[in-house]
């Protein structure tokens, strides 16, 4: 009987973990679907590019995962009932129950409004493809001369407003940061950071709160205002809220509470992976939502769950941080280096090498998607007998 592997998501975490599992199990032994909303795996890392106008190639899923053994199913996850061990998706097709022997949760984050009034109703995001492509559209109907605000000084809004006025120099480009410019790099980053966003002409509002968000302004804590034909929200993400409603442990932020393998604290037959996992690193510190924790976390889950099934050793692969990598527009960039607990050190990398340097992060990082094994030779490991004991059969609707 093969043992019945679901991972939901696809973006970077879950598909590496899906990618690594096929091509180190036996095919007679396991099924393995992936389910996700898109039919494309969509490189998150590059949303400010799709949003500021650049066309980004297509990868899909089916020749992602072709000859793997890997089945994606496109489908919307509208529930998870770990006690059950089922997971209820909706497609074409209608509603469907899948069960599962091992599940991987990668179903990562979204847009977090922060609670901020008028940011739903107002506001752009930048988090995923839809998002982007509204973005995209309401940025090529704008005239010039008119208004852009980004809010929030963190990377993601850091790349969205340099890549908006590198691209369209004609608008008026503003960011608004709760704290200072680039509190969180060193003092030579904060200065190139500083120097590339007044050469794109970006007006920075420091120290400014944001309270508000209306048709054609944000308003501020102090009773001011900054114009805002148009309103990018980047001040975070927040886990998908499904996960509250699974049966798993969950932290205050709703992330999965995962131990150092990725496995659920209270679902043995349970993996997080992404964003979606509130696993500790080094410092005993939360990992952050990054890319540079979820590839990491889903290469350990993976090892984790071909080990326990095969009778193998578990890994041991504390996950650390190396650099901060920021792509400032398509010409400039900040490599920020820091400690393994993620805390800026003095050395930093800028301009054209340091795009450069990010671009082929970027490129890395799709590249060890659609190669979960790092090219390595893989020689796919038999399921132990006792381990592969499935529960009820998939449940299809009528």
């Excluded at 494309?40 to 949303?47: L, P």
């Excluded at 022997?101 to 988090?127: F, I, K, M, Q, R």
């Excluded at 805002?228 to 442990?249: D, N, Q, S």
Aim: one cysteine or more; glycine letters at 12%; proline letters at 5%.
């Amino acid at each position: 009987m093969q043992h019945r592997i679901i991972v939901l998501g696809a973006g970077y975490a879950g598909a590496i973990t899906a990618g690594y599992l096929g091509r180190r199990l036996r095919r007679e032994d396991v099924a393995i679907t992936i389910v996700n909303a898109e039919p494309d795996f969509v490189e998150r890392v590059r949303m400010h590019q799709l949003a500021a106008g650049q066309d980004l190639r297509p990868r899909p899923l089916a020749e992602m995962f072709a000859g793997t053994g890997v089945e994606p199913r496109i489908a919307t996850v509208t529930g998870v009932d770990a006690d059950r061990k089922v997971v209820t998706v909706t497609d074409a097709d209608g509603v469907a129950e899948l069960a599962y022997d091992t599940l991987v949760y990668a179903l990562g984050s979204g847009w977090n409004d922060s609670g901020v009034p008028g940011v739903a109703e107002h506001a752009h995001d930048v988090s995923g493809r839809p998002g982007a492509l509204r973005l995209r559209e309401r940025l090529a109907r704008l005239d010039a001369g008119r208004s852009v605000v980004v809010v929030g000084g963190g990377l993601t809004g850091l790349e969205a407003v340099t890549e908006i006025a590198e691209t369209r120099p004609d608008l008026d480009v503003a960011l608004v940061v709760r704290g200072g410019l680039g509190d969180e790099f060193s003092p030579r980053g904060r200065e190139h950071l500083r120097r590339v966003l007044d050469g794109l002409g970006i007006t920075v509002h420091e120290h400014t709160d944001v309270t508000g968000v209306e048709a054609g302004r944000v308003t501020t804590a102090g009773g001011g205002a900054v114009p805002a034909e148009v309103t990018v929200w980047a001040t975070g993400f927040a886990v998908h809220p499904i996960a509250r409603a699974t049966g798993l442990e969950v932290a205050v932020t709703g992330q999965i509470v995962v131990d150092s393998t990725m496995r659920s604290v209270s679902h043995p037959d349970v993996y997080a992976v992404g964003d979606a996992a509130m696993a500790m690193g080094p410092g005993d510190k939360p990992l952050r939502m990054s890319c540079a924790s979820g590839s990491p976390a889903a290469w350990q889950a993976a090892g984790a769950i071909v080990a326990r099934l095969t009778g193998g050793r578990l890994p041991n692969m504390p996950i650390r941080y190396f650099n901060r990598c920021v792509s400032l527009g398509r010409r400039e960039g900040l490599i920020q280096y820091v400690t393994a607990d993620d805390r800026a050190v003095r050395a930093a990398l800028t301009g054209r090498l340091a795009a450069v340097y990010k671009e082929l992060i970027c490129k890395g990082a799709a590249w060890g998607v659609s190669n979960p094994t790092l090219g390595l030779p893989i020689r796919r490991r038999r399921v132990m007998p006792e381990r592969a004991v499935t529960g009820p059969a998939v449940r299809e609707p009528a």
